[in-house]
Each structure stands twice: as structure tokens, then as C-alpha cells.
């Protein structure tokens, strides 16, 4: 063994096989589509794709999207934090049960779970008749969207915050309480400042998985243009309908979407690496 050198340090040509290997992997299931998706979008050239995404049917899509997102992720940010401050400092009896509740939407399909709100609020569900009676529409509508999009996404900032807040412990919170502090205190001034940047980082994802959801929308939207279709379930009309370059033109712009919030994410951990203040 040559001094100086680690034992259990790989070989420099296997440091260069697995990041070749990486990289290959990465251009062909990230970059490639990605690639293929803005190619298709302008191949006709950008006044196509404007018009695609200028008609009402897209900006009616994109004003849902962006309507579903701003009800869903405001809401998951609190119950995430709530759940995740509830299952990372106290000890009570069903914590392993929430635990298991809050990953559930992982290992549910998305269609199973727009299906759930079907047989709940469908016309031929338990609640059905009740509602068709008050007329109140919540599949169909904005609300089922907005329940679908809650239940998929609800994990996110939960399982973001409840490693870190486990690993920092109760000590700060007990300190803040023994001086008198009320809970809310304790919460804004020492439990929200050691969380930001992990909070910030899964509402992040919170808000890529709401915008980008396709498989539980899909069940309770009915497919009803320019009031209940997403982008995503717009791209779908569109492909099937051959308008190849409309569907990639919104499919960019969904893409675009995603890569903005991919960028902030990346930002915002490398300023958590480097400790830059709030």
C-alpha cells in the first residue's frame, strides 16, 4: 500500500467508471427528455408554441394549476409541521401509527387515491346524494383537485422536517419553556428559526409534486376544458388529439416550472451548507 493512501480508497479508474457511469445515466433519463421535450415545443418555431400557450384552454390549465398549488402547499406546509413537531418531540401513544399514516400516500397509487374521493363525493358515493342535495361539487370540481393534490403531497415537508428536528432534540424547547415561554413563542422564536431552510426546502418539493401531479387530478377532474383540466391533464388532451406541438409547448412550460423549482432547491441548500443567515 502506497503511503499516505486509504485503505479503503477506490482506484482512480473506478472513481472514473462510476462517474461516467453516472453521467451516461443522467443524460439519457433526465437530459435527453428533457432535451427532446423543448426541441419538439419550437420546432415549428416560437410562434406556434405561443399560440399554444396563449389560447384560453392552456391559460385556463395554467391558472388551475397555480390555483391548486397555492391552496395545497400552504396547507400541507402547516399540517407537515405540525405532524413533524408532534412525531419528533413528544412521545405518545399512536406515533408510530401517524408515522405510518403520513408516508402512506407513497405506497398508495395516485389513482387509487383519486378513486378514494370518487367513492366518498362521486355522485354514487357515500356522501353523494347529500351533496347533490346542497348542491355542493367537490368531484369535478376545484375542491376534488385540490383533496387529491393534498393527499399526494402531504408527506413532503413532513418527512423534511422530522429527521432534522429528531436529531436536534427538545433541549432548546424545554429551555424556552422553563423561562416562561408560551408555546407559540417557543415555536416562533427557537423551533421555526432552526427549521427554515429544511422548510423551505420541502415546500419546495411540495409545490413540484402539486403542479406536476397527473394520476389522482386526472381521476376526480372529469376532463372538463377550461375548468377542471391541469397542465398536465392539458398535455394529455392535447397529445391524444395529435396538436404535438401544443402538447409539448404546455409540457415545456411545465418543465420550466419544475427546473425553477429544482434551481431554488439546489440554491437553497448550498446556502444552508455555507450557514448564510435568514
Keep these: 500500500m502506497a503511503p499516505g493512501v486509504s485503505p479503503t480508497a477506490e482506484p482512480r479508474w473506478l472513481r472514473r467508471l462510476l ?3 453516472a453521467a451516461l445515466l443522467l443524460g439519457l433519463f433526465l437530459l435527453l427528455p428533457l432535451a427532446a421535450v423543448f426541441t419538439e415545443a419550437l420546432r415549428r418555431g416560437w410562434a406556434p408554441a405561443w399560440q399554444a400557450l396563449s389560447e384560453p384552454d ?3 390549465a395554467v391558472r388551475l394549476t397555480l390555483l391548486v398549488a397555492a391552496i395545497a402547499v400552504p396547507v400541507n406546509m402547516a399540517g407537515g409541521v405540525a405532524a413533524a413537531w408532534c412525531i419528533a418531540k413528544f412521545r405518545f401513544p399512536g406515533r408510530s401509527l401517524l408515522l405510518a399514516l403520513i408516508e402512506l400516500p407513497f405506497s398508495v397509487s395516485p389513482v387509487i387515491s383519486g378513486l378514494v374521493w370518487v367513492l366518498l363525493f362521486g355522485a354514487q358515493g357515500w356522501f353523494g346524494p347529500w351533496l347533490q342535495a346542497h348542491d355542493v361539487q ?3 370540481a376545484v375542491p376534488g383537485l385540490v383533496l387529491a393534490t393534498l393527499f399526494v403531497t402531504f ?3 413532513a418527512r423534511t422536517l422530522i429527521p432534522l428536528m429528531q436529531d436536534q432534540g427538545r433541549g432548546a424547547e424545554e429551555a424556552a419553556a422553563t423561562l ?3 408555546g407559540w413563542q ?3 422564536r427557537v423551533t421555526l428559526p432552526d427549521i427554515r431552510w429544511a422548510l423551505l426546502s420541502g415546500v419546495l418539493l411540495c409545490n ?3 403542479m406536476g401531479e397527473f394520476g389522482a387530478v386526472s381521476v376526480v377532474s372529469g376532463h372538463i376544458r377550461g375548468e377542471t383540466n391541469t ?5 394529455e388532451i392535447l397529445y391524444n388529439e395529435y396538436q404535438f406541438v401544443a402538447a409539448f409547448a404546455v409540457a415545456a412550460l411545465l418543465a420550466l416550472l419544475a427546473l425553477v423549482t429544482l434551481a431554488a432547491k439546489t440554491l437553497l441548500e448550498r446556502g444552508t451548507r455555507r450557514g448564510l443567515p435568514a
Design 208 to 210: 413540484a409534486r402539486a
Design 58 to 60: 392552456a391559460v385556463a
Design 186 to 188: 417557543t415555536f416562533r
Design 155 to 157: 408527506p413532503f415537508v
Design 231 to 235: 397542465m398536465p391533464l392539458h398535455v
Design 19 to 21: 462517474i461516467g457511469a
Design 180 to 182: 416562561g415561554a408560551s
Design 138 to 140: 367537490i368531484v369535478f
